[in-house]
């Protein structure tokens, strides 16, 4: 990967901002937070559909977005082992289309990938300069990814991630929730570690992150370049689970279950198709340095989102 790091150049007008990805749980937080910074363009897989390279090329000249957030991709981890050819069209090859647009243009790509990236093992947290080796295709395919975004010259913010769930659509958080609600016992993976990651949190930063570049004095404070992106702390999934339900009977929401109900196994005991990693997390001090923040704990975003999801019942 690309090590050079180029200072990005401050907006001066409104912009058009492409989401890609926008009816996903971090493409819909995005359009929320990033409405404030210029005009969304947001299309839906019937206007757009991102599997076609051709398409994509049309609609790229057709809107000539100032900005790009990629906010979409193939993340069905375990079809990915068997549908390698959709999880390389989407994880690698947009994302490297993207750039090439946007290093012709002269323009800024923010690009989503994952933790998968690194190969899982230790104990210790992933640091952006640490060597890669995905455990999966779906790994394989961010990583190619994120390759093909630095070496494109293009400007860019490669925010890695790790556990994203949110108060819409699909998520461990919603599976909890449904199963917590109908069961009274449930067995959940401890031996794999990291910080669950809200998809609000995700849309947050990246709009500071925005902001920082659109500001004359603080432009040059944020590198070109990867940066994880996660709450404090960390958790397995078996703990996630029972902070879920903790919450969730807190805010109100039915649960049939209680955290003396969630067993703990070991990831042999829950085979899936493709390999997990047993070591998601993610050092993020170099986020909150180039942008002056404390991200908060883990446990204190799973409680907003989980107030969220019951306000809106």
Same mark, same amino acid.
């Given at each position: 990967?690309?090590?050079?790091?180029?200072?990005?150049?401050?907006?001066?007008?409104?912009?058009?901002?492409?989401?890609?990805?926008?009816?996903?749980?971090?493409?819909?937080?995005?359009?929320?937070?990033?409405?404030?910074?210029?005009?969304?363009?947001?299309?839906?897989?019937?206007?757009?559909?991102?599997?076609?390279?051709?398409?994509?090329?049309?609609?790229?000249?057709?809107?000539?977005?100032?900005?790009?957030?990629? %906010?979409?991709?193939?993340?069905?981890?375990?079809?990915?082992?068997?549908?390698?050819?959709?999880?390389?069209?989407?994880?690698?090859?947009?994302?490297?289309?993207?750039?090439?647009?946007?290093?012709?243009?002269?323009?800024? !790509?923010?690009?989503?990938?994952?933790?998968?990236?690194?190969?899982?093992?230790?104990?210790?947290?992933?640091?952006?300069?640490?060597?890669?080796?995905?455990?999966?295709?779906?790994?394989?395919?961010?990583?190619?990814?994120?390759?093909?975004?630095?070496?494109?010259?293009?400007?860019?913010?490669?925010?890695?991630?790790?556990?994203?769930?949110?108060?819409?659509?699909?998520?461990?958080?919603?599976?909890?929730?449904?199963?917590?609600?109908?069961?009274?016992?449930?067995?959940?993976?401890?031996?794999?570690?990291?910080? /669950?990651?809200?998809?609000?949190?995700?849309?947050?930063?990246?709009?500071?992150?925005?902001?920082?570049?659109?500001? /004359?004095?603080?432009?040059?404070? !944020?590198?070109?370049?990867?940066?994880?992106?996660?709450?404090?702390?960390?958790?397995?999934?078996?703990?996630?689970?029972?902070?879920?339900?903790?919450? %969730?009977?807190?805010?109100?929401?039915?649960?049939?279950?209680? /955290?003396?109900?969630?067993?703990?196994? /070991?990831?042999?005991?829950?085979?899936?198709?493709?390999?997990?990693?047993?070591?998601?997390?993610?050092?993020?001090?170099?986020?909150?340095?180039?942008?002056?923040?404390?991200?908060?704990?883990?446990?204190?975003?799973?409680?907003?989102?989980?107030?969220?999801?019951?306000?809106?019942?």
């Amino acid at each position: 990967m690309n090590s050079e790091h180029t200072h990005l150049t401050p907006y001066t007008s409104r912009l058009t901002i492409l989401i890609t990805g926008g009816n996903g749980q971090v493409g819909f937080e995005l359009r929320r937070q990033l409405a404030t910074l210029g005009d969304i363009l947001a299309p839906n897989r019937a206007a757009l559909d991102l599997s076609d390279a051709d398409a994509v090329d049309a609609f790229l000249a057709e809107h000539q977005p100032d900005l790009i957030v990629n %906010a979409a991709a193939y993340t069905a981890v375990d079809n990915a082992e068997s549908d390698q050819a959709m999880a390389t069209r989407l994880n690698a090859e947009l994302p490297a289309q993207l750039a090439e647009y946007c290093q012709q243009r002269g323009s800024w !790509l923010i690009h989503y990938s994952s933790d998968y990236v690194y190969s899982g093992e230790g104990t210790i947290p992933w640091q952006e300069g640490d060597a890669t080796g995905p455990c999966n295709a779906y790994g394989a395919t961010k990583l190619a990814g994120d390759e093909a975004v630095a070496n494109s010259g293009c400007q860019h913010l490669i925010f890695r991630t790790s556990w994203v769930y949110s108060a819409f659509g699909k998520s461990f958080l919603a599976t909890m929730l449904r199963l917590g609600a109908e069961r009274t016992a449930l067995s959940i993976v401890s031996d794999q570690m990291g910080a /669950p990651t809200p998809a609000r949190l995700i849309a947050l930063v990246t709009q500071q992150a925005l902001a920082t570049l659109n500001n /004359p004095k603080t432009a040059n404070d !944020l590198e070109s370049g990867v940066y994880h992106l996660a709450p404090r702390g960390e958790t397995s999934w078996h703990g996630f689970a029972c902070e879920i339900f903790q919450v %969730a009977k807190q805010a109100g929401l039915p649960m049939t279950i209680s /955290p003396e109900g969630v067993t703990a196994i /070991p990831t042999v005991d829950y085979p899936t198709p493709a390999a997990r990693p047993l070591n998601s997390r993610l050092e993020v001090d170099k986020i909150e340095a180039a942008l002056g923040i404390q991200l908060p704990s883990w446990q204190s975003q799973l409680a907003l989102t989980v107030e969220e999801i019951a306000s809106s019942r």
